[in-house]
Nanobody, 114 residues
């Protein structure tokens, strides 16, 4: 059974940091991604990383967020620094074994206060 479980969300003041984790089980994935969705907004791409640890970032988080993965633990991380109130959203972990992200976690809430 494929399962992605996020953790690490919470409430933080602007300028602070959080690290999200996503533990995967049940399948081998070639790429992981983090997405977020704020109330009333569309889902937004945050970051991705493939098996070779090549990464990509959305424009709004470049230079502040870092994605990494531990292949031995089947876990991907999102280190979020210099957080802003506009980073407030539910953050979702996603994974793909092929071309499309077809496995999703339930999400973890990140709230940044001003």
């Amino acid at each position: 059974q494929v399962q992605l479980v996020e953790s690490g969300g919470g409430l933080v003041q602007a300028g602070g940091s959080l690290r999200l984790s996503c533990a995967a089980s049940g399948r081998t994935f070639i790429s992981y991604g983090w997405f977020r969705q704020a109330p009333g907004k569309e889902r937004e791409f945050v970051a991705s990383i493939n098996w070779a640890r090549n990464s990509a970032y959305g424009d709004s988080v470049k230079g502040r967020f870092t994605i990494s993965r531990d292949n031995a633990k089947n876990t991907v991380y999102l280190q979020m620094n210099s957080l802003k109130p506009e980073d407030t959203a539910i953050y979702y972990c996603a994974a793909r074994a092929g071309q499309n992200y077809d496995s999703w976690g339930r999400g973890t809430q990140v709230t940044v206060s001003s």
